[in-house]
């Protein structure tokens, strides 16, 4: 089983910053990269920003220039640096990580609860 443990979220008004964190734990066997996906009411769950293993990374438009990601590999844990936030920015933030569990081969999408992030006007 692979764990991911989000956590950092909450209310801000707009301009304000927040800082996630999710920590990934179990039967890890191989990470590809982790990523932040966010899903507003009403909306289809979108890419915020994904890292890979190699320190790739890639944003989605809405959020370039504000957001950052980063991982600290040797603690598998992923954070999201969320500055200059908006109100459009609420919405309920998933931890992603696509990799390998000790008890399969193949790479797969595991995700976390969801925290909820909040940007009031």
């Known amino acids: 089983q692979v764990q991911l443990v989000e956590s950092g979220g909450g209310l801000v008004q707009a301009g304000g910053s927040l800082r996630l964190s999710c920590a990934a734990s179990?039967?890890?066997?191989?990470?590809?990269?982790m990523g932040w996906y966010r899903q507003a009411p009403g909306k289809q769950r979108e890419l915020v920003a994904r890292i890979t293993s190699g320190g790739s990374t890639n944003y989605g438009d809405s959020v370039k220039g504000r957001f950052t990601i980063s991982r600290d590999n040797a603690k598998n844990t992923m954070y999201l640096q969320m500055n200059s936030l908006k109100p459009e920015d609420t919405a309920v933030y998933y931890c992603?990580?696509?990799?390998?569990?000790?008890?399969?081969?193949?790479?797969?999408?595991?995700w976390g609860q969801g925290t909820q992030v909040t940007v009031s006007s």
């Open positions: 179990g039967s890890i066997s191989s990470i590809n990269a």
């Open positions: 992603n990580l696509a990799g390998r569990s000790t008890n399969s081969p193949y790479v797969l999408d595991y």
